[in-house]
C-alpha cells in the first residue's frame, strides 16, 4: 500500500492552538507483480471547519465549497480498517508525518487505534540509508533522480503523490535488482 495524506495547517495568523487533521488522502495497493488492485482518493472533512483556513486551501489549490462533498473522517477510517483486513499490506509513506498523522488521527476522533508501525516503512529512509544521505529527500526530485524525467510541478495532490511514490519504489526496487 502506498500512501500519502494532506492535512491542515495553521493559518497565517494564528489566533488558537492549531491541531492538524487529514483532509485529503490517496492510496494505491497493488499486488505482488506489481499490479494495481486498488486505487482511491477523496478530500475528508475536518472535524473543526476553521481548519479549513486560507493557508490549507491555498496550498491545496481548493476552496471550501471543495470540501461540501467530502467524506467523513469515519469514512476513511473504516477504509483504512476494510484495506488493511483485506490486503494485509505493508504501507509505504515517504516520511514519518503522514503515518504519524493517522496515528494522531485516531486519538482526535476517538476511534479505536490500528497498528500502523509494523506495517509501515518510511521508504525515503530506507533510501537515504542506502545512499547514505543525510538531508531530507523530496518525493518528485528523488523521481527525477531515479527516471531521469521531470514531473510537471506538484500538485499537493494526496493520489498523484501515492502514484509517484509507487513509481519511486519501483524506480529504487529495479536500481536494486541491477546491483545484486
Not at 483532509?23 to 472533512?45: A, H, P, T
Not at 486519538?107 to 547514505?132: F, G
Request: hydrophobic share 35%; net charge neutral.
Amino acid at each position: 500500500m502506498f500512501i500519502d495524506l494532506e492535512f491542515t495547517m495553521p493559518s497565517y495568523y494564528q489566533t488558537m492552538p492549531h491541531i492538524s487533521e487529514i483532509i485529503q488522502y490517496g492510496i494505491v495497493i497493488e499486488d505482488k507483480k506489481g499490479n494495481i488492485v486498488f486505487e482511491d482518493s477523496s478530500l475528508v472533512k475536518p472535524n473543526k471547519l476553521y481548519n479549513l483556513n486560507g493557508r490549507t486551501l491555498k496550498f491545496l489549490s481548493r476552496k471550501r465549497s471543495d470540501f461540501d462533498t467530502a467524506i467523513s473522517y469515519k469514512d476513511f477510517y473504516n477504509l483504512l480498517k476494510q484495506c488493511i483486513k483485506e490486503y494485509n499490506p505493508k504501507i509505504y509513506a515517504w516520511g514519518r508525518s503522514d503515518i504519524a498523522m493517522i496515528e494522531s488521527s485516531f486519538k482526535i476522533n476517538n476511534v479505536k487505534e490500528i497498528d500502523l508501525k509494523s506495517r509501515h516503512i518510511n521508504l525515503m529512509q530506507v533510501m537515504k540509508n542506502y545512499y547514505n544521505l543525510h538531508d531530507e529527500m523530496g518525493l518528485f526530485q528523488t523521481y527525477k533522480n531515479l527516471s531521469g524525467l521531470n514531473l510537471e510541478e506538484q500538485q499537493h495532490d494526496a493520489l498523484e503523490d501515492a502514484m509517484v511514490l509507487r513509481e519511486v519504489f519501483a524506480l529504487f526496487k529495479a536500481e536494486l535488482n541491477k546491483t545484486k
